[in-house]
């Protein structure tokens, strides 16, 4: 079945030391998109790229970066996790038509927690 | 600035109906969609409208008034599995998705 996969599932790491979560597709979807979610809220999203194009949501702190190395991967990295950074990681994605984005399917989440 | 208001928790019965209302003041407008999310789990599609009117799916069904702002998610014969929050989220005219914070809905026996 075509779907979005991302890994780990739950990561534990300590304040500050790097981390990095991966995201990858079977849809053949061009557009990739990571949001950040915590307990209740709405998911806020960080970055999104159409195809290759990257596009950084002006609120995302710089202690997170995204890479998209081809179609069918991209990752999130957190160069120094803060206690704040705790929360669910989506990763979603989409298909552009004549009318922009389309639906977006979202992958299971990685839930991090900071020490 | 752009806003989506849910409320924040309801309580319905099981084999009842519930109505989930979602108003929103965005710019632009380009679709409106309704995600399923269980806790700790990520969001699920359920439906998407951009005309006025009724979409029906099964037991869910959503409603959009465009000139009001408004949208509705319609549950029907509710079974326990339904107990989630339900996200509304709209598309801007820059096709960004602008979500509400989701409504908790708890199902009793």
């Known amino acids: 079945d075509a779907m979005v996969i991302q890994n780990p599932r739950y990561q534990v790491t300590q304040f500050g030391k790097p981390v990095t979560l991966s995201c990858s597709q079977t849809l053949n979807h061009n557009v990739m998109y990571w949001y950040q979610q915590k307990s209740s809220q709405a998911p806020k999203l960080l970055f999104h790229y159409y195809d290759k194009d990257f596009n950084n949501e002006a609120d995302t702190p710089d202690n997170f970066q995204s890479r998209r190395p081809n179609t069918s991967f991209c990752f999130l990295d957190i160069r120094s996790p803060g206690l704040g950074d705790a929360a669910m990681y989506l990763c979603a994605t989409s298909r552009t038509s004549g009318s922009g984005a389309d639906t977006q399917y979202f992958g299971p989440g990685t839930r991090l927690t900071v020490l | 600035g752009q806003n989506i208001d849910q409320p924040t928790e309801m309580t319905a019965t099981e084999g009842a109906i519930v109505q989930i209302n979602c108003t929103y003041q965005?710019?632009?407008?380009?679709?409106l969609f309704w995600y399923q999310q269980h806790a700790g789990e990520a969001p699920t599609f359920l439906s998407y409208n951009v005309l006025d009117g009724l979409e029906e799916k099964g037991r869910f069904s959503s409603f959009l008034s465009r000139s009001k702002g408004y949208s509705y998610l319609l549950l029907k014969e509710l079974q326990m599995k339904d107990s989630a929050s339900y996200l509304c989220?709209?598309?801007?005219?820059?096709?960004?998705?602008?979500w509400g914070a989701g409504t908790k809905l708890i199902i009793k026996p």
């Open positions: 965005t710019s632009g407008f380009n679709g």
């Open positions: 989220a709209v598309r801007d005219s820059n096709y960004q998705l602008i």
